[in-house]
């Protein structure tokens, strides 16, 4: 089983940027997909990008397409999330997760499809 840890959580401005980064350490040969969700004060957790570990293969949410962008170095071991024109709605703690399965009909967007989860860090968009 892998190990994640994320980093690069913080406060930023609406419109501003910031990237998170997620390490990962232990096995990886059973990985097929790591992803970041995000829980937000009183709502559940949400997909909010998944990539296939291998293929590199990435899949947003609507709610991000165009603005975030999911990435890894698998040679670094690294996941990472480029968040651009950030909005106070996406205010939320991120994790990183990943999962051995292979996605069919877009299970990879189910929060329930990913079982293994880092410690999570914290993102708020505020003026």
């Known amino acids: 089983q892998v190990q994640l840890g994320e980093s690069g959580g913080g406060s930023v401005q609406p419109g501003g940027s910031l990237r998170l980064s997620c390490e990962v350490s232990?096995?990886?040969?059973?990985?097929?997909?790591i992803a970041w969700l995000r829980q937000a004060p009183g709502k559940e957790h949400e997909v909010v990008a998944s990539i296939g570990y291998r293929t590199g293969s990435p899949f947003y949410d609507d709610s991000v397409k165009g603005r975030f962008a999911i990435s890894r170095d698998t040679a670094k071991r690294t996941l990472y999330l480029q968040m651009n024109r950030v909005k106070p709605e996406d205010t939320a703690m991120y994790y990183c997760a990943t999962s051995d399965r292979w996605s069919i009909g877009g299970e990879w967007s189910r929060p329930t499809f990913y079982d293994n989860w880092g410690q999570g860090t914290q993102v708020t968009v505020s003026s």
């Open positions: 232990g096995n990886t040969y059973n990985l097929e997909y």
